[in-house]
């Protein structure tokens, strides 16, 4: 599979946390995405750029929270994250980069 300029942004960036690096010990590996980026989408890419096969993907909305700002008021960004499952043997160094 070749890997096409959309592909690069679906995918916006890696998430390292905690709970992405306890995920990745089940063989999970988890990606801020683009806001309308389906779930078909999302395998495709992770497929295409990184070369693996990938298991299944689970996809999580996080709403923006208000935060004050010098008194001033204001919203992050909503953002949507995807849990990308591996096939056994699979991996994903996610500390080298794109």
Not at 53 to 81: H, L, Q
């Amino acid at each position: 599979m070749s890997v096409k300029p959309e592909h690069y942004d679906v995918i916006v960036k890696p998430v390292i946390t905690e709970k992405s690096t306890l995920a990745s010990e089940s063989g999970a590996v988890v990606f801020r995405v683009a806001k309308d980026a389906t779930k078909p989408q999302i395998k495709e890419a992770v497929e295409a750029v990184f070369g693996v096969k990938v298991k299944a993907v689970n996809t999580t909305v996080t709403k923006g929270k208000t935060k004050r700002f010098r008194g001033i008021a204001g919203v992050r960004s909503d953002f949507k994250k995807a849990y990308v499952t591996l096939e056994e043997g699979n991996t994903i160094d996610v500390t080298s980069g794109l």
